[in-house]
C-alpha cells in the first residue's frame, strides 16, 4: 500500500524539495504558474506588477513549503498564499493613493508610443473604477466571488474567513459597489 506522502505527484514533488531537489519545485511552479497568474492577473493590471506578485508567490511557498501540511491540495495552498498577496498587494496600493491619469502624463510631457486603444465600453470603465475605490477586502470578495466564480467554502478557504463571514462580506462589497455604480458621475 503506498504512503500518503507518495499517492499525489504534488505531495512526491513537496517531499522531494524538502529534501534539497530544487528541480521538484521548478516543476510544481511549472505545473501551477498559469493558475497563479490567472488569479494575480484579476488583481494588477501592470504585467510588471503581476510578474512582481507571482514571483512574491512562488518565493514564499519555496520558503513557507515545510509549513504544507498536505491535508489540502498543493494548489490550494499555493492560492491561497496567492490571494493574500493580493490582498497585500490592495492594500499597499490603497495606501499608495491614485496611480497618474493619462491626461496628467500627457500634460507633463509624456508622449505615447503605441497607437490609441479602442474606446472602453463606458459601462466597464466605470465599474472598473467603482471597483477600485472598494476596500481591499471587498474587492478580494467581488474578485473571487464574481471574477473567479469561486464558491463560497472555496473562498472560506482560501481567506481563512469562516463562511457566513464571506457571505456578510459579499453582500457588503456588492452593497458597496452598487452604490458607487449608481453615484452620478
Known amino acids: 500500500m503506498a504512503s500518503e506522502e507518495t499517492s499525489s505527484p ?8 524538502l ?3 530544487d528541480d521538484s519545485f521548478a516543476e510544481l511552479s511549472r505545473r501551477y504558474k498559469s493558475r497563479v497568474f490567472g488569479l494575480v492577473a484579476r488583481f494588477a493590471r501592470d504585467s510588471s506588477e503581476i510578474e512582481d506578485i507571482c514571483q512574491d ?4 511557498a519555496y520558503f513557507k513549503l515545510r509549513q504544507f501540511r498536505g491535508d489540502s491540495p498543493f494548489e490550494h495552498w499555493l492560492l491561497r498564499i496567492a490571494t493574500f498577496k493580493c490582498y497585500d498587494y490592495l492594500r499597499k496600493r490603497r495606501r499608495s493613493g491614485p496611480a497618474l491619469s493619462m491626461d496628467a502624463l500627457l500634460e507633463s510631457g509624456h508622449e505615447p508610443i503605441a497607437p490609441e486603444a479602442v474606446e472602453p465600453h ?18 478580494l470578495v467581488i474578485t473571487l466571488l464574481e471574477l473567479e466564480e469561486r464558491s463560497i467554502l472555496e473562498i472560506a478557504e482560501l481567506t481563512g474567513w469562516s463562511m457566513s463571514n464571506v457571505k456578510v462580506r459579499a ?6 459597489l452598487r452604490k458607487l455604480m449608481e453615484k452620478p458621475e
Open 10 to 17: 504534488d505531495k512526491q514533488l513537496v517531499v522531494a524539495t
Open 19 to 21: 529534501a534539497g531537489d
Open 57 to 60: 508567490v512562488f518565493v514564499q
Open 122 to 139: 463606458p459601462g466597464l470603465e466605470r465599474l472598473h473604477t467603482a471597483l477600485a475605490e472598494l476596500s481591499p477586502k471587498e474587492r
Open 171 to 176: 453582500f457588503r462589497a456588492r452593497a458597496a
